[in-house]
Structures are given as structure tokens and as C-alpha cells.
């Protein structure tokens, strides 16, 4: 069966630092792999989505960028943390189907 | 531009009641439309998908109304519980491409209270 993982799960980070959120897809093989925000009691935001290894499609113009490294990783960077990027950082997959399955989130703070 | 709204933002129901969750999308090339549920502090789950060539799909206590001509599409909760009490997100997805990307409404925060 197929399984998201997500880490870390909880983040504070100061404004201005890096940031790195992982996520890694088992049981399937050329996902396309997606990344969501939701600020706090809001809908989900679409970041970016990968179709395949190296190709990064950008949804929002941002803080933030992406990348995929293999076939089932998918990796979502900052080079320096602003305060509105605080919030829910969600994971999702589809492999050839409709169906997009989600990770468990990150939780990003940004003080 | 919002290409999914969905109502209402929040709906508190009692328990054995009914909640139902309304979504309209203005895109007449979507070609699939599920509902999914999050729970505070953890992903949104995939609860029940229907495509337009079906009026209506239930599973268990949960029903999707489907209406092609009005362009909108309903989420039934029947016998609603306390452990339903969560957001419920309406989606959509174009037909055609490869990148299934999803356009999700803002949530709905349902309360079933005991």
C-alpha cells in the first residue's frame, strides 16, 4: 500500500532562516507530488506540483521554492522566512488517478 | 478568481441531524469532484468523489448530490455524529492534462454538537 511521510512535523524557525520541508511517497512509482499551505482556519493554497523528476511548476509567486531530487521526493525550500510563511505546509500524491492523497502537514511557525 | 465556492463557511447541527455542505464551480470542463475531511492538525482525507455523469453517490451516512445543469454539487451528512465535526472541503478537477491539479473550495467548519 501506498504511504506519504512528511517530516518534521512541527517547525519554529526565526524570521530570516532556511527553511526545508520534506516529503516522501512509498508504494508507488512516478507520482505527481503537490504542496499546499493553509494559514490557520483557511482553504489550501496550492504551491507548487511536480509531474516528474526535476520539473516544478510554480502556482503562487512567493517566498518559496520547490524541488524534486527522485521520483518520490518532493522538497520545499525558503532561503529566508518571512512571518506570513507560517502555516499548515501539506504534502499530496496522485499516481495516473483523480484521487490526490495527503500527508500528515508540517506546522510551520515563523517568529 | 474563485473557480469552487462553497457554503456555508461554518454550520453547527445537532446530533441525529443533517448537514449539508453546497459547492458551485463555473467551469464546465471539470470532470471530477470530491469532498474531503480534515480533522485539527492533520491532513485532509478523501471522503467520497463523484464524476458528472452521476446524479447521486452514497456511501454510509454520507451522500453527494450531483446537479450538471445548475453547475453545483452537495454534500449530505445524514445521522450526523460528534466525531463528524470537522472542515469538509468541495474540489474540482479539469478533464484533459496530466498534472490532476484540484481546485478546492474555502472549507466548511461543521459542529455536531451532542
Known amino acids: 500500500s501506498q504511504t506519504i511521510h512528511q517530516w518534521p512535523a512541527t517547525l519554529v524557525q526565526p524570521v530570516g532562516s532556511p527553511l526545508s520541508l520534506e516529503c516522501t511517497v512509498e508504494?508507488?512509482?512516478?507520482?505527481?507530488l503537490y504542496w499546499y499551505r493553509q494559514a490557520a482556519g483557511r482553504g489550501l493554497q496550492l504551491l507548487f506540483y511536480?509531474?516528474?523528476?526535476?520539473?516544478i511548476s510554480s502556482e503562487v509567486p512567493q517566498n518559496l521554492s520547490a524541488s524534486r531530487p527522485q521520483d518520490r521526493q518532493f522538497i520545499l525550500s525558503s532561503k529566508k522566512l518571512l512571518l506570513s510563511d507560517s502555516g499548515f505546509y501539506l504534502c499530496?500524491?496522485?499516481?495516473?488517478?483523480?484521487?490526490?492523497?495527503f500527508g500528515p502537514g508540517t506546522r510551520l511557525t515563523v517568529l | 478568481q474563485q473557480q469552487v465556492k462553497q457554503s456555508p463557511q461554518s454550520l453547527i447541527v445537532q446530533k441525529g441531524g443533517i448537514s449539508i455542505i453546497n459547492c458551485a464551480y463555473e467551469?464546465?470542463?471539470?470532470?471530477?469532484f470530491p469532498w474531503y475531511q480534515q480533522f485539527p492538525g492533520k491532513g485532509p482525507a478523501l471522503l467520497i468523489a463523484?464524476?458528472?455523469?452521476?446524479s447521486e453517490k452514497k456511501e454510509g451516512r454520507f451522500t453527494i448530490s450531483f446537479n450538471k445543469s445548475a453547475k453545483q454539487f452537495s454534500l449530505h451528512i445524514m445521522d450526523s455524529q460528534p466525531g463528524d465535526s470537522a472542515t469538509y472541503f468541495c474540489?474540482?478537477?479539469?478533464?484533459?492534462?496530466?498534472?490532476?491539479?484540484?481546485?478546492f473550495g474555502k472549507g466548511t467548519l461543521l459542529t455536531v454538537n451532542p
Open positions: 474540489a474540482a478537477k479539469r478533464s484533459g492534462g496530466s498534472n490532476y491539479k484540484l481546485t
Open positions: 511536480s509531474v516528474g523528476i526535476g520539473q
Open positions: 508504494g508507488t512509482s512516478n507520482p505527481n
Open positions: 467551469n464546465t470542463a471539470f470532470d471530477y
Open positions: 463523484i464524476r458528472p455523469d452521476v
Open positions: 499530496a500524491w496522485t499516481a495516473y488517478t483523480d484521487t490526490q492523497y
